[in-house]
C-alpha cells in the first residue's frame, strides 16, 4: 500500500464548478499535513497546512481526518489559475519534533476549463 | 521567487560522466534536502541536511553522493549513472527540521541519462 494515496484525476471540471479532492495516508504516526501545488514542469508550492479542526484560506478549505487517516481539499469557484497538479502531503514530524520528512502523494490533476 | 535556486536547470550526461548539481537557498534556513521526482511517480526524499550535517540518507544508491559546505549551500555530486535515473531533481530548504516548517522548493534541474 502506498504511504499517501491520491486519485490521479484528471479532474476535468468547468470554470465556477467547486472540485473536491481525498488522499489517504497510512502512516497513523504522522503528525502533520499539507497540499502543495505543482504546475506543469514547476516546483511544487505549499498551497496551505492542514488542521484537525479544518482550515479555509479564501476558496480553499481543507480538512483533516485522524481517525480515518484521510485529507481533503475542497477548491470553490474554480478558476482557470487554478489548473494544477495538487499534492497530498504528510510529515512524521510536528510542532516540536525534529524530523522534516515530507512524503508525497502523487498528486491529481486538475483542469478547469473555461 | 521562492528564494532557493539551482543550476543548471537541464543536464544531459552519458553514464559514464561525472557531473554535479548546485542548489543554493537565499532565505538564512538551517535545513536542506534533495527529492527525486521520476515521470509518473511521487516525488521521493533523498537527502536531509541540518547545519551542514547530514542526517537522512534514505537509501539512495552510492552513485549519488551529496555535499553540503555551508547551511546556504547543497551539491549533489552524480557519477555513473543509469538511464532510470533521468528525473528531475529538486533542492528545498526550511528554516529547521520541525514538521511545521514550511520547504520551499527551487525550480529543479531536469536531468536525462543517456
Known amino acids: 500500500r502506498k504511504e499517501v494515496e491520491q486519485d490521479p484525476g484528471p479532474f476535468n471540471v468547468p470554470e465556477g464548478a467547486t472540485v473536491a479532492f481525498n488522499c489517504t495516508y497510512s502512516?497513523?504516526?504522522?503528525?502533520?499535513f499539507f497540499w502543495y501545488r505543482q504546475d506543469c514542469r514547476k516546483e511544487p508550492k505549499l498551497l496551505m497546512s492542514?488542521?484537525?479542526s479544518g482550515n479555509e484560506d479564501g476558496r480553499f478549505t481543507a480538512q483533516l481526518n485522524r481517525a480515518s487517516q484521510y485529507i481533503s481539499l475542497l477548491i470553490r469557484d474554480s478558476k482557470l489559475s487554478d489548473s494544477a497538479t495538487y499534492l497530498c502531503?504528510?510529515?512524521?514530524?510536528?510542532?516540536?519534533?525534529?524530523?522534516?520528512?515530507?512524503?508525497f502523494g502523487g498528486g491529481t490533476r486538475l483542469m478547469v476549463k473555461p | 521567487e521562492t528564494g532557493v535556486t539551482q543550476t543548471p536547470r537541464h543536464l544531459v550526461m552519458g553514464m559514464t560522466n561525472k557531473k554535479s548539481l548546485k542548489c543554493e537557498q537565499h532565505?538564512?534556513?538551517?535545513?536542506m534536502y534533495w527529492y527525486k521526482q521520476s515521470a509518473k511517480k511521487p516525488l521521493e526524499l533523498m537527502f536531509v541536511y541540518s547545519l551542514e550535517e547530514r542526517v537522512e540518507n534514505n537509501s539512495v544508491p552510492s552513485r549519488f553522493s551529496p555535499e553540503c559546505p555551508n547551511s546556504s549551500h547543497l551539491f549533489l555530486h552524480l557519477h555513473t549513472l543509469q538511464p532510470e535515473d533521468s528525473a528531475l531533481y529538486l533542492c528545498a530548504s526550511s528554516q529547521d527540521l520541525r514538521g511545521v516548517d514550511t520547504q520551499y522548493f527551487g525550480p529543479g534541474t531536469r536531468l536525462t541519462v543517456l
Open positions: 502531503v504528510v510529515n512524521k514530524g510536528g510542532r516540536g519534533n525534529a524530523g522534516n520528512m515530507l512524503t
Open positions: 532565505l538564512g534556513h538551517n535545513a
Open positions: 492542514v488542521y484537525s
Open positions: 502512516n497513523s504516526a504522522s503528525q502533520s
